[in-house]
């Protein structure tokens, strides 16, 4: 089976950074994703790793390391329309299964 | 490019009713999958399929769900009879293959509530 653990919430402030992490516990990794899911809404692919280390984009970067079975998502100058749950989502051949998800609300 | 079409959005049923979702994925993807979002809670898989063969199944409650993809493209999922901890968003999703860095794109949901 697998055990995929995030925080369930966090509060950071406009401009601000924020690193949501996730751990994970698996046999047979093939690579973790991100996504964001507003409420109400359906997730969007944020980032995939495969490989150990940092992938960036834009705003967002994430980090994977494989022997930990960890990774972070790192969001820079923080915006309000970035509240949203984050979602952590690990692959198993081709199979994805998702963490709890954690509920980053950002403030003024 | 179109996206993952699912229908319908909100469904209202007692419980002990059946409900079925659609879905057509995106064209051209052959993996297709059926998630269950219960709220405050991460998408749980209930089935995979790779064209018309079932990948996964495993955490699908089989004496009330089923699903199919008869040609490989859309998709039903049939609940029979609904149970008031059916109460949940169900996401379908689609990638183009079973490689393990193609992105899977969701569907925008259906919403069902048993009452």
């Known amino acids: 089976g697998q055990n995929i653990d995030q925080p369930t919430e966090m509060t950071a402030t406009e401009g601000a950074i924020v690193q949501i992490n996730c751990t994970y516990q698996?046999?047979?990794?093939?690579?973790l994703f991100w996504y964001q899911q507003h409420a109400g809404e359906a997730p969007t692919f944020l980032s995939y790793?495969?490989?150990?280390g940092l992938e960036e984009k834009g705003r967002f970067s994430s980090f994977l390391s494989r022997s930990k079975g960890y990774s972070y998502l790192l969001l820079k100058e923080l915006q309000m329309k970035d509240s949203a749950s984050y979602l952590c989502?690990?692959?198993?051949?081709?199979?994805?299964?998702f963490g709890k998800g954690t509920m980053l609300l950002v403030s003024p | 490019e179109a996206g993952v079409a699912q229908s319908p959005r909100y469904k209202i049923i007692e419980k002990r009713q059946s409900v079925a979702f659609w879905c057509n994925p995106i064209?051209?993807?052959?993996?297709l999958y059926w998630y269950q979002q219960i709220l405050g809670q991460g998408p749980k898989l209930l089935i995979q399929f790779q064209n018309n063969g079932v990948v996964d199944d495993s955490q699908l409650p089989k004496d009330r769900f089923s699903a199919e993809r008869l040609k490989g493209v859309d998709s039903t999922l049939k609940i029979q009879p609904a149970k008031l901890e059916d109460s949940a968003v169900y996401l379908c999703?689609?990638?183009?293959?079973?490689?393990?860095?193609?992105?899977?794109?969701f569907g925008e949901g259906s919403w069902l509530t048993v009452v």
């Open positions: 790793n495969v490989l150990d």
């Open positions: 999703a689609s990638r183009t293959g079973q490689s393990s860095g193609n992105t899977i794109y």
């Open positions: 698996t046999s047979g990794f093939n690579g």
């Open positions: 989502a690990v692959v198993r051949y081709s199979t994805l299964t």
């Open positions: 064209s051209g993807h052959a993996t």
